[in-house]
């Protein structure tokens, strides 16, 4: 999210990279869940293979339904 009000792209390898958070497997199983679940979309180019991850309408609605929540 910070990266989106940044105006950076994040590629799913920058997120599978994260593993002190969860092995690679699992963060990909979670990415596929957010993108089934229409909060992230996949962004492909024609000038490389990396698929990049974007916010939808949806999921930005739903994060800022959260940081309400967590301002109080």
């Given at each position: 999210?910070?990266?989106?009000?940044?105006?950076?792209?994040i590629r799913v390898g920058d997120i599978l990279t994260h593993?002190?958070?969860?092995?690679?497997?699992?963060?990909?199983?979670?990415l596929k869940k957010l993108v089934a679940q229409q909060i992230?979309?996949?962004?492909?180019?024609?000038?490389?293979?990396?698929?990049?991850?974007?916010?939808?309408?949806?999921?930005?609605?739903?994060?800022?339904?959260?940081?309400?929540?967590?301002?109080?």
């Amino acid at each position: 999210m910070f990266s989106h009000t940044a105006g950076k792209n994040i590629r799913v390898g920058d997120i599978l990279t994260h593993q002190e958070i969860a092995s690679q497997a699992t963060l990909h199983a979670a990415l596929k869940k957010l993108v089934a679940q229409q909060i992230l979309t996949y962004r492909t180019t024609t000038e490389n293979r990396a698929k990049y991850l974007e916010i939808t309408k949806l999921g930005f609605a739903r994060y800022k339904e959260l940081s309400k929540h967590f301002i109080e």
